[in-house]
C-alpha cells in the first residue's frame, strides 16, 4: 500500500474517539518494527521523522527511499503516513520534495502573524499535493532536536486562527512535555484543551510528548478531541534497557552474538512491545 495523508485516518479516530499512535522512527530497525507491529494488530500508523533524525539518516530522500521499500517489502497494507516532525519552514520543502506524505510546520516560535502567513502558504501546497499538515500553537515543553519549550498553553483563539486557514490537525500546547517527565510536573491541562476544542470545532488534535502521560489523562485527551499521540522517548529507553541488558548478560560474547542483526534484535522486540502497549491504550487496534 502506498503512503497515505494522516487525514482520514485521523478524522475517523476522532469520530470513533480513539487516536493514532504517531511513532518516530531513527533507522531500519525502528522503522521495520513499527511496521510489522501495526499491521500485526491491523492498527493505522504515523511515522514521525524530526530534522534531526533525517540528518542522521543521511537526508529525507533516503528515509522517504525506505519506508516505501519496507511497505512494499513487507506487504504492509493499513493506512501508513510519513510525517515530518517540528519541522521548520525549510524542512517542510525538503520532506515535500521528497516524497512525505505528511508534514508538521512548527511556527509556535514565530509571532502568531507570522506563523499564519508561513502556514498559509504551506496549507495550499499540501492540498494540491493530497499531503496532511500539522500546525502548532503554545510551544510543547522539554526538548526535541535543540529546541527547547516551556510547555506553555495555546491561547485557544491563536488556535482558531491558525485552524481556519485549512490545517488538517492541530497541535496545541496543554502542559504537555518533550522526553521524561519531572516529578513535580503539573499535568494535562483539560481546561485549554476543552477549551481548544470548543473553539476549532471538530479538527482532529494533536498530543505532544505522549511518553509518560498516565493512561487516565490520555483516555480523557483523547475523549476531548485528541485524535493522533506522539511517543517517542519510550520506545528509545525501551531500546536501550532491552538492549543494555543484551549486553550486561554477555550474550555479544556468546558464539556470533556480536553480530549487529542479534545485537538489535532485543531492542526491536522492545520497540514492538512498546508499540503494542501504546496502540491497546489509545484505541487504534483493528481500526486500518
Not at 27 to 53: D, F, H, M, R
Not at 90 to 99: F, L, Q
Not at 221 to 237: P, R, Y
Not at 243 to 259: H, M, N, V
Request: glycine share 12%.
Amino acid at each position: 500500500m502506498a503512503l497515505v495523508s494522516a487525514k482520514e485516518m485521523l478524522e475517523k479516530a476522532r469520530e470513533g474517539k480513539y487516536a493514532v499512535g504517531q511513532f518516530n522512527i531513527n533507522n531500519l530497525e525502528w522503522t521495520k518494527s513499527i511496521l510489522q507491529t501495526a499491521q500485526e494488530l491491523n492498527s493505522p500508523v504515523i511515522l514521525g521523522v524530526s530534522e534531526g533524525a533525517g540528518k542522521y539518516m543521511t537526508g529525507f530522500k533516503t528515509v522517504s527511499a525506505m519506508v516505501k521499500a519496507m511497505i512494499e517489502e513487507l506487504k504492509i497494507t493499513v493506512p501508513v503516513a510519513l510525517h515530518l516532525d517540528h519541522g521548520t519552514y525549510e524542512g517542510c520543502y525538503k520532506c515535500i520534495e521528497a516524497g512525505f506524505s505528511s508534514i508538521m510546520f512548527d511556527g509556535s516560535h514565530f509571532p502568531i502573524e507570522e506563523n499564519i502567513a508561513k502556514t498559509k502558504e504551506l496549507v495550499e501546497i499540501c492540498a494540491q499535493k493530497g499531503m496532511s499538515l500539522e500546525a502548532e500553537v503554545g510551544s510543547i515543553g522539554g526538548e526535541e532536536d535543540g529546541v527547547i519549550g516551556r510547555g506553555e498553553c495555546a491561547e485557544p483563539e491563536e488556535c482558531k486562527k491558525i485552524a481556519d486557514l485549512g490545517v488538517t490537525m492541530l497541535a496545541a500546547g496543554i502542559g504537555n512535555i518533550h522526553g521524561k517527565y519531572p516529578a513535580d510536573w503539573a499535568g494535562l491541562s483539560f481546561e485549554t484543551l476543552e477549551a481548544v476544542k470548543n473553539k476549532v470545532g471538530k479538527m482532529p488534535l494533536v498530543l505532544h510528548g505522549g511518553t509518560g502521560i498516565p493512561t487516565d489523562m490520555i483516555k480523557k485527551a483523547i475523549s476531548l478531541g485528541v485524535a493522533k499521540i506522539n511517543v517517542n522517548t519510550e520506545c528509545q529507553l525501551a531500546f536501550q534497557e532491552a538492549t543494555r541488558k543484551y549486553i550486561e548478560d554477555g550474550k555479544d560474547l556468546q558464539g556470533k552474538g556480536f553480530d549487529p542483526r542479534k545485537l538489535l534484535a532485543p531492542g526491536s522486540q522492545a520497540i514492538k512491545d512498546t508499540v503494542k502497549e501504546k496502540m491497546e491504550i489509545f484505541g487504534s487496534i483493528n481500526k486500518a
